[in-house]
């Protein structure tokens, strides 16, 4: 519980200052003592032209000691077509700025364009249960 109330205000700080840089990015919480669940992440969208690049990122712990993280990745668009496959998610351990947990981000896909309107929703699933994420979440970022 006492992780939760941390991590808490640090995504409320990171959703404010991804506001102002171009960068939109969505997060849900996993179960510290075993994520092995998919996490759904809904993404509105209205903008069906933008070229958009997609990074994955996770929270966790010190409990969390992996060096790589096998997930799957499954989109399903407004219209419920859906598109699974995986991703190796590479861990860095970078400490955040309250060092008490760490973000590692991993570049998915570039030049997407959601061409529907409505919500886009990922579900990011571990394909072996894994403790010490917190969280888990979508960056969107204007292609350059």
């Not at 404010?16 to 996993?30: I, K, N, P």
């Not at 590479?90 to 570039?110: F, I, L, P, Q, W």
Request: charged share 25%; hydrophobic share 40%.
């Amino acid at each position: 519980m006492r992780i939760t109330r941390i991590i808490t205000p640090v995504f409320a700080v990171m959703m404010m200052w991804s506001c102002g840089t171009g960068r939109q990015s969505y997060a849900t919480d996993t179960d510290l003592k075993q994520w092995d669940g998919g996490a759904e992440i809904l993404l509105p969208n209205i903008d069906t032209t933008t070229r958009r690049d997609i990074s994955v990122f996770i929270f966790h712990t010190d409990v969390f000691r992996e060096d790589t993280l096998s997930l799957r990745i499954t989109t399903t668009t407004p219209d419920s077509l859906y598109h699974s496959e995986p991703l190796l998610f590479v861990t860095h351990h970078r400490k955040n700025a309250v060092g008490m947990s760490c973000e590692d981000v991993v570049a998915y896909r570039r030049n997407v364009v959601f061409d529907k309107q409505g919500d886009y929703k990922m579900t990011i699933t571990p394909l072996r249960p894994v403790k010490g994420v917190a969280a888990v979440g979508i960056q969107l970022s204007k292609s350059e």
